[in-house]
């Protein structure tokens, strides 16, 4: 499969996935394309399409909460932030990604 039908397929699959969770693609198609391009890379490289902002340990349980959508994973953190941490996702009423800021898990106290 082309690098370009892989993109097309997980945004088809993610889009079922994240929208009952409230959230969308983000707006910006240029980051969104780069994104899933990441990602495909890092499907072909593991196997599963780890999210591409985050680092990969020797930990599988810690690596299998960052498959993206990893949004049920870390759900408070990032309806606090209305975007997850690539940004590849933001909540359905956002029309201004660049607008949401990065918070920490420490900083919302929800550590
Ligand atoms: S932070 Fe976003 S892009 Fe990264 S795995 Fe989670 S949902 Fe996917």
Redesign the pocket.
Known sequence: MSIESRKQSLHFF?SKV?DPLGYKFTPDAELMDF?LEQ?VTLEDKHGT??????PLTPDRTRNMR??????PF?RAH?DAMKR??????VHKDVTDPDSLPQVSVKELGLE
């Not at 960052?66 to 949004?71: A, D, G, L, Q, W």
Request: charged share 5%; aromatic share 20%.
């Open positions: 993610y994240v994104l990602e399409p780890f999210c591409p902002c985050q960052i498959v993206c959508p990893c949004i870390h990032f997850c941490w690539c940004g590849l996702f």
